[in-house]
Nanobody
Framework: QVQLVESGGGLVQAGGSLRLSCAASGSIFSLNTMGWYRQAPGKQRELVARITRSGNTRYADSVKGRFTISRDNAKNVYLQMNSLKPEDTAVYYC?????????????WGQGTQVTVSS
């Protein structure tokens, strides 16, 4: 079992920056990709950014060039959010997957609210 806890959300004006953090705890052996998703009111949850164990990254087109995902070890993943826009307003969720095949597991944090005002 893996627990994910996000922090760093808040209210920021358009053009500002926030840095989200996610700390993993529990049985973190074999954690694979970690990432960030977001869900705005009335919309489906969408991928924001992912980072693999080897450091390979992927970003949603809407945030590419503005957001940067990073991880310092198997436990912690970060999302540096620059040049924020009101459209970035959403609940941001940390995500991690573990194992393979029959032992595969997917974990989610509880979410942290990011609100960008104009």
């Amino acid at each position: 079992q893996v627990q994910l806890v996000e922090s760093g959300g808040g209210l920021v004006q358009a053009g500002g920056s926030l840095r989200l953090s996610c700390a993993a705890s529990g049985s973190i052996f074999s954690l694979n990709t970690m990432g960030w998703y977001r869900q705005a009111p009335g919309k489906q949850r969408e991928l924001v950014a992912r980072i693999t164990r080897s450091g390979n990254t992927r970003y949603a087109d809407s945030v590419k060039g503005r957001f940067t995902i990073s991880r310092d070890n198997a436990k912690n993943v970060y999302l540096q959010m620059n040049s924020l826009k009101p459209e970035d307003t959403a609940v941001y969720y940390c995500n991690a997957d573990q194992g393979q095949g029959l032992t595969y597991s997917l974990y989610w944090g509880q979410g942290t609210q990011v609100t960008v005002s104009s």
